[in-house]
């Protein structure tokens, strides 16, 4: 049992995971900031406004220590949710156990490691496709001989739920996702150890509130896993077959309306996980009542613990053997899902596999997230207190000042970018240089003959940055844009509602001159981008033409792009709780620009919040409660059409733009 | 409302690139004062009012999709803007114009320094209608090859839409990846005119990269053409083979009758402008095609394509 955590600094962070083990907690959950998590420092222009905000930021060996600060590594087991800077990451936790004078061989835990799910649904990748895999199976061949209780990688179909996958493409997705694995590690392991590989590779799975059908799809992961040890890999020892999966429970489902009813779904979702014991969690993890308002507080996260304890401590549920041992509706169940599944499965191995169907995946999460919200938006899918039973008492919880949840100090991110600063001023910068050199050679290398586990330890070791290492390899393997899915999204089916917006946007348009055009844009580097997916998607099906260009924008990029392209509306979402800083940040930059488009924001925002954000200039903030995308669309061309009105240059951004870069530039 | 279309038309003139945003919005617009303006725009940077040619070279690099046109892209921003060239790139989104609405994402694949105001991309729809590119694009590149020195019209497709493309531009890039072997069978079998330079890329897939590059060579021989170039590159780093297909570029353009080349380019495009307009009836109105293209020849060879279809509508009246 342990609960996802980390903030603001590595001290705070250690002190909050001191306090979780004494009340019981008996492992911990390392949630790393965005910079952390895609290999930037403090100090860098993409980290700006996110710093501490997510998660805890680890910059270099010195960060890591103090995290683990007086919690005995040999017997910790410890889990970090790490994916493209995994490697770097696990090199970290490796010298800070070196320095408690605890070898690699004792270390328990996992990185999450998981990369295909980064490009598919969370976004927070710093390679391209290739090398990150060689990156994982490279990790997976060193935790195998060397760090023998770790597991290398955790396969997530968590995510890809979150994303609006349905149970057949969370099964299908996952199991292609941890094919390719294999089969890259396959390359890098002897082939004695493919079956130890094998065992070591876990899940991590979403369960949802529709809690019978998601035990079936757990108990089809099983049988597809074992069928998939036995038939590709040759593997024959039962233990490396179980299907070893822990939950964290959904949080798409959870509503920013009414939240406390958040906790009796969290309760739901985790039964999904624990009734019959043929397909039981491993571990659970579960979001705190508020998540949807903003980051918990330790409070919250008590509370979510103790629903785990009443079900292992108070009910019976962990005394019986498997409940639906011999059921027809389960067995039926679960052969519906597993016929589904197979079928996906093929069509992403007829795309070349996981790494080269990654488009085609992501364009069909789309899809299904537009149909999610179609359904919700039109009543068949009900959500208690979003959209019906609405109305509500004054609730008690989120009635103190700060709106109910944590806010992480502004001086924060000004502290980490000094102490970096002083880290790298203080180190020995020869043996820095080195050591990066000697890992640019290795990723460099064709023939990738040499573990990039090794330098990556040595690079550790000396004192290189997270920023300096994913940059070192980043100069070797180049960036890269994931794939956005927009662009192939299926049009909507043609209902009233969408019609009579078509006919505003039309008669917008003849008003316009010409057709209206939003830009779509993620500052930051907040990788959650399904909410920005599905703005632009109806913008285009209500007849704008959008420009969205994915995810992790500069301010000087979104404005660059809203003038360029002409826009007249700028759309911004942003879910990492970075908005205070990043929205005056970009509206900054648009002014620069001298482009006048109105802005919106949405995202996860406090109402406490919106005030400053209008101030800065904001036109209108939505949150998670503003469900109906189609009333969002109405909303921004009442907007753009008040704004061609307001008068002649402020109707047109990038008119009214150059005549004053012009001025200035002339001056 | 939109800026005054000659002041505009005037910074262009003057190679103010900051200008160009608000032309282009100005020359998308329908609306009837805008139409005006737009007009006023193109009048102030035709050739006639410029003395000459527009002194950008416009470049169609077209392909099909996933052969690495941004990335390549994003090398040759990179090469352009070194040597001190200004490039602006208009990128043809395809998967356009479902419901009416599109969905333009190309240029977050085409990397570029936001704070440099000499590189300009501009996403445009691609609208559904048959005769070419739309009109849009066409009047907007000869708007920018005013003031940039590099313009380019980034397409998608095999088989038809570069051959629009090769109407409006100086030079055609086609890029293909290695192992493109439907590019090899539309090129033999005519469905698809003989670009100017044919672009092989990721050449760090080593002997595949080699390989397709020697077919397409033979292939264009066999096809009696010795004029085009073909190259490997690879955009990724290390990057090998962009400056040498810059240079093939430029010596494409250097080797072209570029008045020549822009007057045909105008005439053809007044008549496909004309059929748009006003169909089949419109032109046996004029007498036939035939009748039309001596008429757009007997016209001032510095005359706009509004100049020339204007002087087309004179004559159907």
């Known amino acids: ?667 | 409302m939109n800026a005054e279309g000659a002041a505009l038309g005037l910074r262009l003139r003057e190679r103010d690139v900051t200008a160009a945003p608000a032309a282009l919005n100005l020359l998308e617009s329908t609306a009837p004062a805008d139409l005006e303006q737009a007009a006023e725009l193109l009048q102030a940077v035709s050739p006639a009012a410029l003395g000459g040619e527009a002194p950008g070279h416009v470049i169609g690099v077209t392909g099909p999709p996933g052969a690495g046109k941004s990335t390549l892209l994003s090398a040759l921003l990179h090469a352009w803007r070194a040597s001190g060239r200004t490039a602006a790139v208009l990128a043809v989104d395809p998967s356009s114009r479902r419901s009416g609405g599109s969905l333009l994402g190309d240029r977050a694949r085409i990397e570029f320094d936001p704070a440099d105001r000499g590189t300009l991309i501009r996403s445009m729809a691609a609208e559904q209608r048959l005769g070419g590119l739309a009109r849009a694009t066409r009047i907007s590149a000869e708007a920018l090859a005013a003031a940039f020195d590099v313009v380019v019209i980034e397409t998608v497709g095999v088989g038809q839409s570069e051959t629009d493309v090769a109407d409006v531009v100086d030079t055609v890039a086609l890029v293909v990846q290695p192992g493109s072997g439907d590019v090899l069978q539309f090129l033999k079998s005519g469905i698809m005119e003989t670009p100017d330079v044919l672009v092989v890329t990721k050449a760090d897939l080593g002997q595949i990269a080699m390989r397709a590059r020697r077919d397409l060579g033979a292939a264009l021989r066999s096809l009696g053409s010795s004029r085009a170039r073909v190259l490997a590159v690879s955009a990724l780093a290390p990057a090998s083979g962009i400056d040498e297909l810059a240079l093939a570029l430029d010596e494409h353009r250097e080797g072209l009758d570029i008045g020549g080349h822009r007057v045909r380019a105008r005439r053809a495009g007044a008549l496909n402008d004309f059929l748009v307009e006003h169909g089949e009836r419109g032109m046996r109105a004029l007498g036939g095609r035939r009748a039309a293209e001596t008429l757009l020849a007997e016209q001032d060879p510095g005359a706009d394509v509004q100049a020339l279809m204007a002087a087309l509508e004179r004559r159907m009246a």
């Open chain 1, 1 to 667: 049992m342990r609960t996802y955590a980390g903030h603001s600094t590595a001290k705070a962070s250690n002190e909050l995971y001191r306090r979780n083990l004494e009340k019981g907690q008996t492992g911990l959950s390392v949630a790393f900031d965005l910079p952390t998590q895609t290999g930037y420092d403090p100090d860098d222009e993409l980290a700006r406004g996110e710093v501490g905000k997510v998660g805890v930021p680890v910059s270099h060996r010195g960060d890591m220590a103090a995290l683990m600060d007086g919690i005995p590594l040999d017997a910790m087991n410890t889990s970090m949710t790490i994916n493209a800077t995994a490697a770097w990451l696990l090199a970290l936790y490796i010298v800070a156990a070196e320095e408690q004078g605890v070898s690699q061989e004792q270390l328990q835990g996992t990185t999450q490691n998981d990369i295909i799910k980064e490009f598919l649904a969370r976004g927070t990748y710093a390679f391209p496709p290739a090398p990150s895999m060689r990156l994982i199976a490279d990790m997976i061949a060193y935790t195998v001989e060397h760090v023998p209780k770790w597991n290398p990688i955790n396969i997530c179909s968590y995510h890809l739920q979150e994303a609006g996958a349905t149970p057949v493409q969370e099964i299908a997705y996952a199991m292609s996702n941890a094919i390719a694995v294999l089969d890259a590690a396959r390359e890098r392991v002897p082939e004695a150890s493919l079956e130890k590989v094998f065992g070591r590779i876990s899940f991590f799975v979403n369960a949802g509130v529709r809690f019978i059908e998601e035990h079936a799809k757990l108990r089809a992961m099983s049988i597809l896993w074992e069928e998939l040890g036995r038939e590709r890999y040759g593997v024959q020892d039962e233990r490396h077959l179980r299907f070893r999966y822990g939950v964290q429970v959904n949080s798409l489902g959870l509503t920013e309306a009414q939240p406390e009813n958040n906790v009796q779904r969290i309760v739901l979702e985790a039964l999904a996980v624990t009734l019959g014991r043929d397909a039981r969690a491993r571990a659970i993890q579960l979001p705190a009542w508020n998540e949807a308002l903003g980051l918990p507080r330790p409070w919250d996260q008590q509370w979510s613990l103790r629903i785990q304890q009443v079900l292992a401590y108070e009910t019976d549920i962990l005394e019986y053997p498997d409940i639906f041992e011999g059921s027809k509706v389960m067995e039926a169940l679960v052969d519906e899902l597993l016929e589904g599944a197979r079928a996906e499965m093929a069509v992403v191995s007829e795309h070349g596999g996981a790494v080269e169907a990654v488009p085609y995946m992501k364009a069909a999460l789309v899809d299904s997230h537009r149909e999610r919200i179609r359904r919700i938006e039109s009543g068949e899918q009900v959500v208690v207190g979003q959209n019906r039973y609405t109305e509500t008492e004054v609730s008690p919880l989120t009635a103190d000042a700060e709106g109910g949840i944590l806010v992480v100090d502004p001086a924060v991110e000004a502290q980490q970018v000094q102490d970096v600063r002083l880290w790298r001023s203080e180190r020995d910068q020869t043996a820095v240089d080195e050591a990066l050199a000697a890992l640019a050679a290795a990723a460099g290398d064709v023939n990738a003959d040499e573990n990039l586990m090794v330098p990556t330890i040595a690079a550790a070791r000396a004192g290189a940055t997270t920023g300096e290492w994913s940059r070192t390899l980043r100069e070797v393997f180049g960036s890269y844009h994931g794939p956005t899915g927009v662009g192939e999204a299926a049009a909507a089916t043609a209902d009233a509602d969408l019609s009579e917006l078509q006919g505003e946007v039309s008669r917008l348009q003849e008003k316009l001159g010409r057709r209206p055009k939003i830009l779509v844009g993620k500052p930051g580097l907040d990788g959650h981008s399904n909410g920005a997916e599905q703005i632009a998607v109806r913008a285009r099906d209500s007849g704008m033409d959008v420009v969205y260009e994915g995810i992790r924008l500069t301010p000087a990029q979104i404005a660059a792009s809203a003038l360029q392209e002409g826009v007249h509306v700028i759309g911004l979402s942003i879910l990492s709780g970075s908005h205070r800083e990043l929205i005056p940040a970009v509206i900054e930059a648009l002014h620069g620009a001298g482009v006048t488009a109105p802005v919106i924001v949405g995202g996860i925002i406090p109402d406490q919040d919106v005030p400053a954000l209008r101030k800065a200039g904001v036109a209108a903030v939505y949150t998670p409660k503003d469900f109906d995308i189609t009333r969002i669309m109405r909303d921004i061309v009442a907007l753009v059409g008040a704004s061609a009105d307001g008068g002649g240059a402020s109707a047109d951004g990038g008119a009214s733009a150059n005549a004053s870069a012009s001025a200035n530039g002339s001056a």
